[in-house]
């Protein structure tokens, strides 16, 4: 037990040494982007792994968070620090809203309707070209320059510098969601999930619950989606693309829903994992669709974080029995 | 004074089928009410429309003299009358106290989990709070179910034939829980088959038959009743029982 925070803090010590050790573009880059996807898969385990709903929607959020960004910036000229918190705000509203119709269905229905509710999304930001300039994108996104108490105005458009802000945001992320799952609330997040008609009877709102973990889950891809366009500097329509939310969803299935640590480990692997095998890039969606459909049917609790579990010293492992 | 709980003409049709036609019941504090009738008579359906589960088609639902019929199950829950299912059900990957829990979570208890244990020790399952719910035998698995609902700190307790499937001895502590829990003033809702535990511990009984009330009164007087017999005509075993 008291080797945890130990680990958890030499894990952090790690991260922040990547920069120093990693001086290659391309892996910097790959750094970065598992970091955005860390924060869009953390929200996506709250709606699928902790009260389990299936949602299709999740990259359908982050999209639109990247776009309300985009934006804000292009026509607003706001810089990333008042859009990712906007786009944050106004993509949990939107959140909220299309919950209120669709979580009071459940199974085929919800999973459905997020699918529908993601194409729509995509069909407006093809076709409202005075606002979103259609297939062309919004191109021409800056990283704003960070203002430190005490330090001054830090450049951070360089990799090795924006790195710093994801990991950070990241972190923030992680402490909200386990902080989130392990109060009151994340209890009856998994008492809906375990068995929805009894924790009703019993006096709890399953329909309040899934919301506030659709709502939390959709803002956190929104502040990701919002990251990622300032930090590639580019949105087009392709971030709807259905291979997005797959991507998303083996992240966190074959992470270890309902863990956190699991999707967030998973987030990291499949970014590199498909960039390393780059060669079979025609192949690469088909193989982990099968391996997402496998790995549902066979391993419920997923790879990653069952293997983590075995290798960790088993008096660690207990702290963590209550997430899985 | 009214009812603490009462039930006014509950009619329920299901397309064709009327499941309930014109149910009237009551109970107060301190009182086990035990609703009988032979299979598919309508009982559970009298559970679901009292815990909102389902919608009345009509009559209504008083509880503490308000109409309770429109909430939402989980809004019912919370002002006091909980439920038990026909059909086991727990929460089968938890450890117990995290399950039991879940009522006292509901009503924003300061302190969940001490109520889970405390709920855990009525049923007499406190020994073995650590195993998951999936890990207790049957007979435990309807008392977990009993302990999930005391957390709910109900006035009015559902039980749907918590005693079914048991043995002897384990139907004994169904009936042994029952008592003390009235003790404790709480009003009871029996759903029952086992005829011994019925008339051991009612205080009142009514026999419900093709959604029809066709007897309510004292078990003495509901064993003589000439329509419950003849009701139960067609299943001799629980004729048997009625009449014994
Ligand atoms: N959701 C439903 N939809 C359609 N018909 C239903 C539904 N629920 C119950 N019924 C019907 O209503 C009637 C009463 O059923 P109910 O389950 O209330 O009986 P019961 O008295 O609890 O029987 P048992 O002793 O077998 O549990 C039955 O004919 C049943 O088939
Ligand atoms: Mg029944």
Redesign the interface.
């Known amino acids: 037990m008291r080797g945890l925070p130990v680990a958890a803090a030499l894990i952090v010590v790690a991260l922040c040494a990547v920069p120093l050790v990693v001086h290659d573009e391309y892996f910097l880059h790959l750094f970065i982007v598992s970091g955005v996807f860390v924060i869009a898969v953390l929200g996506l385990d709250l709606i699928v792994g902790y009260v389990g709903q299936l949602s299709l929607a999740h990259a359908a959020f982050f999209a639109m968070g990247a776009y309300t960004s985009a934006l804000l910036f292009v026509r607003l000229k706001w810089s990333m620090w008042a859009g990712l918190p906007a786009a944050a705000l106004l993509v949990g509203l939107i959140a909220l809203v299309l919950g209120s119709v669709i979580l009071r269905t459940r199974g085929h229905r919800f999973i459905i309707i997020t699918v529908v509710f993601a194409e729509l999304m995509k069909l407006v930001a093809t076709n409202w070209v005075d606002m979103t300039r259609g297939f062309m994108g919004l191109p021409g996104l800056a990283v704003p320059p960070l203002w430190i108490p005490g330090i001054g105005t830090i450049d951070i458009t360089a990799k090795s510098h924006f790195y710093y802000v994801v990991l950070f945001a990241a972190i923030v992320a992680f402490l909200l969601c386990r902080a989130l799952v392990r109060s009151?609330v994340g209890?009856?997040f998994?008492?809906v999930r375990?068995?929805e008609?009894?924790?009703?009877?019993?006096?709890?709102?399953?329909f309040r619950y899934s919301m506030i973990a659709f709502v939390v889950g959709a803002a956190l891809a929104a502040a990701a989606g919002s990251l990622y366009a300032h930090y590639v500097g580019f949105v087009s329509p392709d971030l709807f693309n259905f291979s997005y939310v797959t991507i998303m969803l083996i992240m966190v299935i074959l992470g270890g829903k309902g863990t956190l640590v699991g999707p967030a480990l998973g987030a990291v692997i499949f970014t590199f994992l498909p960039e390393l095998l780059r060669e079979a890039s025609h192949w690469r969606m088909i193989v982990f669709a099968t391996i997402l459909i496998v790995a549902t049917l066979f391993m419920p609790k997923g790879i990653i974080f069952p293997l983590i579990t075995h290798l960790v010293p088993r008096n660690w492992r207990l702290r963590n029995a209550?997430a899985a | 004074m009214p009812a603490l709980l009462e039930g006014r003409g509950i009619a329920v049709r299901f397309g064709g089928v009327a499941a309930l036609k014109g149910v009237d019941l009551s109970v107060d504090p301190g009182e086990v009410l035990s609703v009988i009738g032979p299979n598919g008579a309508g009982k559970t359906t009298l559970f679901n429309v009292i815990t909102g589960r389902v919608r009345p088609t009509q009559g209504s639902v008083l509880y503490r003299a308000q109409p309770i019929d429109k909430l939402a199950p989980f809004r019912i829950a919370q002002l006091g009358v909980v439920r038990t299912f026909q059909k086991t059900e727990v929460f089968g990957a938890l450890p117990l106290v995290e399950g039991v829990a879940a009522g006292a979570l509901a009503r924003n208890d300061p302190d969940p989990a001490e109520r889970a244990r405390e709920a855990l020790a009525t049923v007499g399952l406190y020994g073995k709070a650590h195993l998951t719910a999936a890990q207790l035998s049957y007979g435990d698995q309807r008392l977990l179910e009993i302990a999930q609902a005391l957390a709910a700190d109900p006035k009015v307790l559902l039980l749907d034939e918590p005693a079914s499937g048991m043995n002897h001895q384990e139907s004994r502590r169904i009936v042994d829980l029952i008592v003390q829990l009235r003790a404790r003033g709480l009003a009871v809702i029996l759903v029952e088959h086992n005829m011994h535990v019925v008339m051991t511990i009612s205080d009142r009984v009514i026999v419900i038959n093709y959604g029809e009330k066709i007897a309510d009164g004292k078990p003495d007087h509901v064993r003589n009743d000439a329509r419950v017999i003849e009701a139960y005509l067609g299943a001799p075993q629980a004729a048997h029982a009625v009449a014994r």
């Not at chain 1, 009877?201 to 399953?206: E, F, K, R, V």
């Open positions: 009151s209890h009856k998994v008492l375990e068995n008609p009894l924790a009703e009877s019993l006096g709890i709102s399953a209550r």
